[in-house]
């Protein structure tokens, strides 16, 4: 499915680098169907696209932290963020913006190596953290930016 996406933008002009797919995460999945998909979140990366996922905030976490409400659910975002982050993930999209771009930015430091600052900058800058389809895009190493659309 995501591969037949993927030659469709390609047909409309469209090259890989400028693609990022989204296994949607949650989306008519099972609890145990998103936790292998997190697990397995690097195998998407053979699609020669950025990767994407979005965990924040979702029903999954909720079941997994006896059924807490969307607004107790950070620390579990916080969780798959960094998670998705050493499976290979470029941008997570979430809620927290603040808090998951230091989660984001110390993950990714951790995985690709850096001190979580300066020194991770490159490997960070990949990172993106989006809030809402037309609020604002964060990077993990900038101030946050509308978002055109």
Do not use: W
């Not at 690097?42 to 932290?65: N, Y």
């Not at 916080?78 to 808090?99: F, I, N, P």
């Amino acid at each position: 499915y995501l591969e037949e996406g993927i030659v469709r933008a390609e047909a409309a002009g469209l090259t890989r680098d400028h693609l990022v797919v989204d296994p949607g995460f949650g989306f008519g999945k099972t609890v145990e169907h998103n936790l292998e998909m997190l697990r397995r979140l690097g195998e998407f990366r053979c699609l020669g696209c950025a990767v994407m996922i979005g965990t924040s905030r979702k029903s999954t976490i909720g079941i997994l932290l006896d059924d807490a409400p969307p607004e107790e659910r950070l620390e579990g975002t916080a969780a798959t963020v960094a998670l998705a982050v050493a499976a290979g993930a470029d941008l997570v999209r979430v809620h927290d913006v603040e808090e998951m771009a230091r989660v984001a930015r110390i993950a990714d430091a951790v995985v690709r190596g850096g001190r979580g600052g300066e020194g991770a900058a490159s490997a960070a800058a990949r990172l993106r953290t989006q809030v809402g389809a037309r609020e604002s895009l964060s990077r993990t190493d900038s101030q946050p930016r509308p978002v055109d659309g």
